[in-house]
């Protein structure tokens, strides 16, 4: 059976990177999230998609540049009308909330751009403050970044993000020692997912939001999709089960 993963958490229903969003996953019964992490100046994970809190919160500026008491402080901008204030959550709060369910999270570190000072250190110390080593796999499209977290835990799964269509994917995994590709849709092939598959590679491509898609990699048996619509992914999966 294919993973549906919920893309900042429910992103096409629900503001992204929210406790409202991560909550619609569950209901959707996806099996897992997708969330973004960045650092706040006074150290602490914060789970936001942009370097800056411009495009998705009340204020302006690089979130590097606030406290978390400053961050949590903005509206988070809601096209959905969902109830109530949103805030930016930070990572601890939504591993709270892992506790209290099975779902994975697969945690996409955000340091392409900005390079935060120890924050693989501190995410990997954060997971396992909450034991959460077996339901987390790493991403990023910094790869340097991954090795770096597997070095310090390699019981916890890295998986590179990539956006060109890559030679051999697999094999670059496995000399990284990564235990899946996430590899931007439009990049793969079903030949290129079989493959990577058949070499023990786990495959999951975002974003994948079209039913057309959906159908395709649940035919293939693909490991999992990365998705805005996990209703609409566990709606159409049942079918194939
Ligand atoms: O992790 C998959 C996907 O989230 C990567 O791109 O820009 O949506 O974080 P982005
Ligand atoms: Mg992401």
């Not at 958490?9 to 960045?38: K, W, Y």
């Not at 796999?137 to 993000?161: Q, T």
């Amino acid at each position: 059976m294919t993973f549906i993963f919920a893309h900042r958490g429910s992103a096409g229903t629900h503001p992204e990177n929210t406790m409202e969003a991560f909550l619609q996953a569950e209901r959707a019964g996806a099996d897992g999230i997708e969330l973004d992490v960045q650092l706040s100046k006074d150290g602490e994970i914060v789970v936001i998609h942009d370097e800056t809190v411009n495009r998705t919160t009340s204020g302006k500026g690089f979130v590097k540049d606030f406290t978390l008491a400053e961050l949590q402080n903005l509206d988070v901008r809601d096209r959905f009308g969902v109830a109530g204030k949103l805030r930016i959550p930070a990572l601890k709060e939504v591993f709270g909330w892992l506790k209290t369910n099975r779902l994975l999270c697969n945690i996409e570190l955000k340091t392409a751009k900005i390079s935060y000072p120890s924050i693989e250190e501190k995410t990997v110390a954060l997971i396992k403050a909450y034991q959460l080593e077996e339901r987390v796999i790493f991403s990023s499209f910094n790869h340097y970044s991954i090795i770096h977290c597997y070095r310090l835990a390699p019981e916890i799964e890295i998986a590179p993000l990539y956006s060109e269509m890559l030679f051999m994917p697999w094999v670059y995994a496995k000399s990284i020692r990564a235990g899946g590709i996430h590899p931007r849709l439009v990049t793969t092939s079903d030949q290129i997912i079989q493959t990577a598959m058949e070499n023990g590679i786990a495959v999951r491509p975002y974003t994948v939001n079209t039913e057309k898609d959906m159908r395709r990699l649940f035919e293939i048996g693909c490991t999992a999709i990365i998705t805005d619509y996990p209703e609409m992914a566990e709606r159409i999966r049942k079918e194939y089960e």
